[in-house]
Structure formats: structure tokens, C-alpha cells
């Protein structure tokens, strides 16, 4: 349908789809936000366990779509803004767009934010990855759940 019509109506067509993406996004953070909700009441409910600890888990998720959000959504808006009235933020190339950095930094962001909130997963990546790159460093012996080494503080003499 771009094709068959004038350009300036294929970037109002353009638009109107980006628009319609960001609908589908808005429903899908309404879902997670509900989601989380009602986990958080069974999870108040609930002595601690393995079930407990997946409930805490959607509280990362939560964090993920909010981080998604703040990374994708200036980008979004400029282009809709951008193609529906022609003014919006203009960049000279995709190197000096700080919109379509912060979407790039959102690939960054989810798997770091993945693996700073579960010690389980932070235990398989070191055990996977990181053991592999560094093969020769000695293991310590004492260690909390995240798999870092607890340091022993000296006693202090008193006098």
C-alpha cells in the first residue's frame, strides 16, 4: 500500500503503525503490571520456597518492561511526531541519534538487569562463562548465595 501511494501519505501510513505498535506495547505493560500486582498479593500470603522465589522473580520482569520503556519509548514518539507533523528532533546520521542509542543500550540493559537481580543466574553465568575465561583462579571458601566470596573481617583487640 506504500508503494501505491504519495510519499507524504506513506509516512502518515508509517505513523499510524508505529502508533498502532505502541498500543500493543501499552497493553502488554498494563498485562505485566496486573501480573505483578496479583503476585505480589499471593506473594505476601506465602511462606518462603521455591514458588515464592519465582513470584519475587516478576518483579525483575517489571523492571525489564520499565527499563524497555524508558530506552524504546523517545525513539517511538519521535518518530511519530516526526512523520505526522514533520518537526520532531532530527539527527544528521544514525551516529549522533541519541534516540536509536538508548534503543541500541536496551540490549545491554535486560540481560544485565536479568543477572544483577537473580543469584541464580548469576551463579551459571560465572560457572558457564566467566569459570571458562578465567580457568586458573582458585575458588573461595567462603561464599554467600550469589556465589561472592564473604570477607572475614580481623578481630579488634580491646584493651
Not at 11 to 33: D, R, Y
Not at 59 to 80: D, G, Q, Y
Not at 90 to 113: H, I
Not at 121 to 145: D, G, I, T
Amino acid at each position: 500500500v506504500q508503494n501505491m501511494v504519495p510519499i507524504s501519505k506513506a509516512a502518515q501510513i508509517n505513523a499510524f503503525g508505529v502508533m498502532t505498535l505502541q498500543i500493543i506495547v501499552l497493553i502488554k505493560i498494563i498485562m505485566t503490571v496486573k501480573l505483578y500486582v496479583i503476585a505480589r498479593s499471593h506473594l505476601v500470603r506465602e511462606a518462603p520456597g521455591v514458588d515464592r522465589d519465582n513470584k519475587e522473580s516478576l518483579r525483575i520482569i517489571v523492571f525489564v518492561v520499565i527499563c524497555f520503556l524508558a530506552l524504546w519509548c523517545p525513539s517511538f514518539v519521535n518518530i511519530i511526531v516526526k512523520q505526522l507533523t514533520g518537526k520532531g528532533v532530527k539527527f544528521r546520521n544514525e551516529a549522533t541519534n541519541l534516540f536509536a542509542t538508548m534503543a541500541r543500550l536496551n540490549a545491554l540493559v535486560t540481560p544485565a538487569v536479568y543477572i544483577w537481580g537473580s543469584p541464580a543466574l548469576r551463579r551459571a553465568v560465572w560457572r558457564v562463562v566467566w569459570k571458562r575465561v578465567c580457568p586458573k583462579r582458585r575458588p573461595r571458601s567462603v561464599s554467600n548465595c550469589d556465589g561472592v566470596a564473604k570477607r572475614k573481617c580481623p578481630q579488634s583487640k580491646t584493651s
